[in-house]
């Protein structure tokens, strides 16, 4: 708990979104990215990336708040388990799985070109990824214990940072059919993963008793992890360089225009993210369903200036020790770990328009098939290109995670490219002060209230050749 307010502490301060954010460029022939949402597409020039900043993105995405889980409460604030916030109150404003999914990704090197009847792309990019999901009945639990069982599932974290070198190729195979492909390279650098499949609860006469079935897992890149006496992970080895984590991935795409059957009507699909690593030597842990363990509870706490009470800073900190208690995990040892990754669909229909073909309106619905961090999300986007080398995109989302509102501005001069892209959070904010949550700045900021998302995405490129 203490980890998802300091997420939406850090969001408020640079906030931005999901990894293959630039959706509201999607359609934008001069973008020289958006081959990485579907590898039939091309873009109008060759290009070549500025090392490190050719395309940089920064992303978080959640369908929870900060008013979710802090209420104010006399001179200041206190947690959800507070006994005068009602559970009816404080359950009614979950869902059903809680979601929440940060990324970062940067584009180390990339170039197209124009050759070989088609459009090709070299990229090397670095991407750190990290997210989680807490059924609603999780939160049922700690705060109102008043059944005697409990069944509760499908809770799970995961971080995955890896490095990718990819090649694509698109091209047009029928008049009106364009078809892409990239394949890459994966190189591992860290990864760990912890997930529930089942959770039975149940009352005696002074304890819980968990019936688990579980598992995590941990990688990192050229390091061994060491144990202490009693089997317990006590530290990390000395690093030694290794291409010992790798694995293979696939982008596929296709684009058809239906040209004079339905002049300027396009659509598009692609699949992507077909991934998939091995970790070497990972370190595994689990919990067995013939191993039942207790657990005594979660301790109330109380609002700021009662006698005993603490700052939410240590209310959290009481939190997460109970719930280190209640998610015991053992049975460690090290193996091979194998990591399929769960693919995204993209669906895009465009139409220019008749009467100014530089004006074209678009729908994109986008799908992740992941059992920690699927979403749906449908963009709808309209699109100008009012000279040669000048865009502009505007956007609005419903997703999963809510909704929001993205532009995106994009100059493509012969030679040079810059473009940036946002889409903002658009409900409630309020202040909270940065020491109630732990961070030792005597400042008030302002953080979204509800569900949240925002994105922010930026790149510098030199264009070269003829334009198509």
Known sequence: IKVLCTFVVLV?????????????????????????????????????????????SFGVATNLGISDFIYPMGDGLTTFMHPDVSADEFLSNLNKNNNLNMNMDMTILSFGFYAFGGYNTFDIGAH???????????????????????????????????????????????????????????????????????????????????????????????????????????????????????????????????GNIAKGLIISASVNDINYIRWKNAITTGVSPEEPYSFNGFEGLSVNGDEGAGSVDEQLETIASDLSEFFALDDVKTCDYNDFWGATVNVGVEYKMP??????????????????????????VLNLSPLNFFDLSASASVSTYGYDWGAMLNIHCPGFNIFASANLYAGKVGKVALSELGVPMEKSIKVPLDNMNASFMFGLNFPFGKRR
Do not use: C
């Not at 509201?24 to 990215?33: A, Q």
């Not at 958006?34 to 109008?44: A, I, K």
């Not at 688990?212 to 009693?230: H, L, M, T």
């Not at 290794?242 to 684009?255: H, P």
């Open 128 to 258: 750190l990824n990290a997210g989680f999901n807490i059924p609603k009945d999780i939160f049922h639990f700690m705060k109102d214990m008043g059944a005697e069982s409990y069944s509760l599932a499908n809770l799970g974290l995961r971080t995955r940072n890896y490095v990718d070198v990819a090649i694509g190729h698109s091209h047009e195979v029928a008049k009106g059919l364009t078809i892409g492909a990239r394949l890459k390279f994966l190189i591992g650098l860290a990864y760990a993963e912890a997930w529930m499949d089942r959770m039975e609860l149940s009352m005696n006469e002074t304890q819980w008793q968990i019936n688990a079935k579980g598992n995590a897992v941990a990688s990192i890149i050229g390091s061994e992890f060491s144990f202490d006496e009693n089997g317990m992970v006590n530290g990390i080895g000395e690093f030694k360089p290794q291409l010992s984590n790798w694995g293979l991935g696939a982008d596929l795409g296709a684009t058809y225009d239906f």
């Open 12 to 56: 408020s301060i640079a906030a931005s979104m999901q990894a293959q954010a630039n959706r509201t460029g999607y359609f934008l022939k001069g973008n020289p990215y958006n081959y990485r949402l579907n590898p039939s597409f091309q873009p109008d020039r060759g290009y070549f990336s500025f090392p490190m900043f050719g395309n940089t």
């Open 355 to 380: 009467f100014y073909d530089r004006l074209s309106v678009g729908a994109l619905f986008t799908h992740r098939f992941d059992r920690i961090s699927s979403y749906t999300m449908g963009t709808f």
